[in-house]
DNA sequence: TTACTTGTTCTGTTTTTACAGAACCAGATA
DNA sequence: TATCTGGTTCTGTAAAAACAGAACAAGTAA
């Protein structure tokens, strides 16, 4: 475990950590990124991040229930190999816009409720839900065009990476 | 306090903790959005929810700090009144997006780091890169437009709310 | 069969978070 | 000046989260 790699699990740990995640899964998902292979055992992940064992199956259960992780068994091995899961990965981004929509739904509740009492306060409130309509337009447009793109089979193998 | 308002307040407070914040900011949201008027004084907001004083002071300037509430006083009165930031609104959705950016930037990060030894693995993760560029590149003409339309003089004061 | 490998689950501890209560403070008022 | 109003800050506590360690279980190998 040199420096750099160090530096980087803890730094996207954080990160994960301020989207809702807890801070083992999120070192979790740091590890994986930047390991070689990218796929590790139960206990090569307890030994790189010295972590419990309890701790390592509880995170490791939760990032498979949030479709971050999954796991791989090499033929007839009964061992696990975890690594991200990047097919389910835009199910990972959905629970972002799950949030936002169930507040979206809330909102217009909310603006039903009230009385035209206050009318600029009602009108910001519409103007709120607005948003929150584009976003649920264009969202799944954007992923839409991301398929696309990603499936472009010119640039598919235009893999680009700094180390030989 | 009615039954439907205490109903309506939980569930946004659920639905803001969710998203990262504490459970009494998230209620005080909920609490000023079904609220009419939708300003209370610091003892309103203390007599509603049933909490502290002290919670109520932290978990306002939390939420003041967030972009989320801010104050007025009316004519020269020192007494503020606590009401949602619906200006600064799009500047609390951001928060979110500076998370996505930053974990954009690992990502990248990450990309060069990585060797050559797993190309669909390096593969997916400039998939992943691309989906955030994409993103990077829409949420602020998704901003844009939502500007004009709300600014749409036309729709300006249409005004709809089911309670007369 | 025993024993080992690969985890899981249970129990307890540490750490953190969320909050209450009281002391405190600054500006307005009397 | 003292006193009241409208909060803030400090200190302690209860509850929850995150984790460790040991016991446990299921499959495999010997």
């Known amino acids: 475990m040199n420096e750099e790699r160090a530096h ?24 994986l990124l930047v390991s070689e292979p ?69 909102l217009q509740d909310v603006i039903k409720m009230r009385s035209n009492d206050f009318p600029e306060f009602n009108q910001s409130l519409i103007n709120m839900c607005k948003f929150y309509e584009m976003l649920e337009e264009y969202y799944p447009i954007l992923i839409q065009k991301w398929h696309e793109i990603i499936n472009e089979p010119n640039t598919q193998n235009k893999i680009q990476s700094s180390n030989p």
């Open 8 to 31: 980087y699990i803890q730094k996207i740990g954080v990160t994960f950590e301020k989207m809702g995640l807890p801070p083992l899964p999120g070192r979790i998902i740091g590890l």
């Open 38 to 106: 990218p796929h590790l055992t139960f206990e090569e992940i307890i030994s790189e991040l010295q972590v419990s064992k309890s701790a390592v199956s509880n995170a490791l259960k939760y990032l498979e229930m949030s479709s971050i992780v999954e796991y791989i068994t090499f033929t007839g091995g009964r061992k696990r190999y975890f690594r991200l899961s990047t097919q389910k990965w835009s199910k990972f981004l959905e629970r972002d816009r799950e949030n936002i929509s169930s507040f979206y739904k809330i």
